[in-house]
DNA sequence: CCTATGCAAATACACAGACATAAACTACTT
DNA sequence: AAGTAGTTTATGTCTGTGTATTTGCATAGG
């Protein structure tokens, strides 16, 4: 083959990808190996490593010590969804953020929540209720549940200006999450605060959030009518 | 300070994560250079630039040129959700897995998908309406247009066997799409096809598919009543 | 036929040195 | 004060080499 020169590994993985995409190495085929393709392409061998590596981290081809470079069969493509504070979301739309505190309580922990955190019985947690509007119409509800023990001076904050989402994010900024998304009906306060009639779709993202292991807070957020999480891969 | 010894680039990465973690680094904050760390940690630059760059792809800090590596003060986490087929999501509950074709139409593309995809006028797409089940009940109502301009071929296909989705990913197994979800309530097919009263909370996953920045497929999935789709970050 | 063991092949990781590149900084000019 | 050109510096990348680790395969033993 010929042995090109002044090949950057962007180029190599690009290369590699275009001859994966373009079936000249099949699913399920064995490339050749990194001193070969080194050969090829005429460069160092930690080269054409690094651009393989990013390949096999992007889960288009599987490597394996001595079993060498495999294209994947069925490639698990995963969509990478930013999770962003509300108000951002927001503004990025051009439209004014709004945030009101609706209910603030210390209440001990639920039997539920227990389960869900892992808390012991009878733990203190602050149960938090909010809303949170653009251009003065309803954008999303947050119920949300704060964990005391992980993070005690949470009772020294009122949270009448700044949102638990933001607080949380500046207090714990590196976490751990688990997220379920799902379609719910409105009832109760959600039609209340959302301004829909009862029964009304809406979409729900409720999110349970670790510090080290450590349980930090419960939340479900419950969007107007008709929002749309968007997300590319 | 102490330099250590025998550290692997995972070690450093762990260990400037955990220094972040516990504000020795705060948010925000520069870390010391690659040099600078290479020395404490008793290992090469090289070793030092893969656990910070592991970091900086992570979204946990930032890195420039000459400006050197600074702690992100809000950090961006990303959900990273797996795109599977249905069948795979089924069979992951030890569920048994019933696919049906409900229709299959050459149609002449309808304006909003022309808009949706980006293509001509009067454009042939292939229409299909699909069941998907688990343990005989309703487990998603799939609706999709294949542009069939990018793959001819699948004109060849009557997919009474299998889903349109299994054969693309065989066909187009390396694409790029956006996804929207939300909540929708039942009506017309969707109600009858997943067996719930009209107006029910149902969500659904929309996803643009390219290839080669090719518009290969528009679809449309809606999911069972109550069903929840989960993640971790 | 099955299992254990040893060899070899391919990737994983590391190191030291080098050059490239972008950007912050400085000094100079207008 | 504002722009401009040169310098410095930290990261980005590549090279060539070396060692470590995993694992496929063959071979030997039960």
Redesign the pocket.
């Known amino acids: 083959m010929s042995a090109q020169?002044?090949?950057?590994?962007?180029?190599?993985r690009d290369e590699v990808l275009n001859r994966i995409q373009t079936r000249i190495w099949p699913q399920g085929s064995l490339?050749?190996?990194?001193?070969?393709?080194?050969a090829e392409?005429?460069?160092?061998?930690?080269?054409?490593?690094?651009?393989?590596?990013e390949l096999?981290d992007e889960g288009i081809i599987t490597?394996?010590?001595?079993?060498?470079?495999r294209v994947v069969t069925t490639p698990v493509k995963q969509a990478k969804l930013p999770i962003t504070v509300v108000r951002q979301t927001i503004e990025d739309m051009n439209a004014e953020y709004r945030y009101a505190l609706v209910s603030r309580n210390m209440i001990s922990c639920p039997p539920w929540l227990q389960a869900k955190l892992g808390l012991q019985e009878g733990a203190q947690v602050l149960h938090l209720n909010c809303m949170h509007h653009a251009d003065n119409r309803p954008f999303q509800f947050e119920e949300r549940w704060i964990n005391t023990d992980t993070v005690p001076h949470v009772v020294d904050q009122d949270f009448l200006t700044i949102g638990p989402n933001e607080w949380l994010l500046s207090e714990i900024p590196f976490s751990d999450a688990e997220i379920a998304f799902s379609a719910v009906p409105a009832t109760g306060q959600l039609q209340e605060f959302l301004s829909v009639p009862p029964g009304t779709p809406l979409f729900q993202l409720e999110r349970i959030t670790w510090f080290q292991n450590k349980p930090v807070t419960f939340v479900r957020m419950t969007f107007h009518q008709g929002y749309q999480m968007r997300t590319k891969y």
């Open positions: 020169k002044n090949m950057g590994f962007q180029d190599i490339l050749p190996t990194e001193l070969e393709l080194a392409f005429g460069c160092a061998r930690a080269t054409v490593n690094r651009a393989l590596r096999a490597r394996r010590r001595k079993g060498g470079t």
